[in-house]
T-cell receptor, first 117, second 115 residues
Framework: GAVVSQHPSRVICKSGTSVKIECRSL??????MFWYRQFPKKSLMLMAT?????????EQGVEKDKFLINHASLTLSTLTVTSAHPEDSSFYIC?????????????FGPGTRLTVT | GENVEQHPSTLSVQEGDSAVIKCTYS??????FPWYKQELGKRPQLIID?????GEKKDQRIAVTLNKTAKHFSLHITETQPEDSAVYFC??????????????FGTGTKLQVIP
């Protein structure tokens, strides 16, 4: 149990275009999902907390208008990188906590590698 | 906000030896401390965790200790094996003033177990 998937696993886009990344909880409902960004050989940086049915909570320094988060259902959260630039190239990972694991444990998706050319 | 520091950044040990990774945190409100293992190109996997009401927890070759007073916690891996080679992240979780849970990660330790 506790499977979190992401799609796509890799995406290459041109500068100025927008890219949507999906995060799904496959076998549980997640009222909250988290979006992280990871640079090569670096740690995970929390970008935002995605709440089903309400606005996402963004971390300081993360542009809300650039990284649009929509948590439309209890099993799906999407991150849209708008007007992407090469500096947005990174590894984006989502996570969620299954209800039977209490309020603490996070299960991570496999990540999406975004390359902006 | 929370600040989590992790040391060392790289660690090489001989197979069979022990490895210790240390983390400190700044927010006394943090109450949950997970450790993740991330192999190259893969997702972080939770390997062990400890809550603030416990001082030590062990799971086979892996143990974690927590000193709330000093605000530091450590990961101990005994009898290391080559498959233990990976990047390990510590993390601290607290409830923010906004009322939501936030996890702050350490900077990671690249562990290499030499056969």
């Amino acid at each position: 149990g506790a499977v979190v998937s992401q799609h796509p696993s890799r995406v290459i886009c041109k500068s100025g275009t927008s890219v949507k990344i999906e995060c799904r909880s496959l076998d549980f409902q997640a009222t909250t999902m988290f979006w992280y960004r990871q640079f090569p050989k670096k740690s995970l940086m929390l970008m935002a907390t995605s709440n089903e049915g309400s606005k996402a909570t963004y971390e300081q320094g993360v542009e809300k208008d650039k990284f649009l988060i929509n948590h439309a259902s209890l099993t799906l959260s999407t991150l849209t990188v708008t007007s992407a630039h090469p500096e947005d190239s990174s590894f984006y990972i989502c996570s969620a906590t299954p209800p039977w694991r209490g309020p603490y444990e996070q299960y991570f998706g496999p990540g999406t590698r975004l390359t902006v050319t | 906000g929370e600040n989590v520091e992790q040391h060392p950044s790289t660690l090489s040990v001989q197979e069979g030896d022990s490895a210790v990774i240390k983390c400190t945190y700044s927010d006394s409100a943090s109450n949950y401390f997970p450790w993740y293992k991330q192999e190259l190109g893969k997702r972080p996997q939770l390997i062990i965790d400890i809550r603030s009401n416990v001082g030590e927890k062990k799971d086979q070759r892996i143990a974690v200790t927590l000193n709330k007073t000093a605000k530091h916690f450590s990961l101990h891996i005994t009898e290391t094996q080559p498959e233990d080679s990976a990047v390990y992240f510590c993390a601290a979780r607290a409830t923010t003033t906004g009322g939501y849970q936030k996890v702050t990660f350490g900077t990671g330790t690249k562990l290499q177990v030499i056969p």
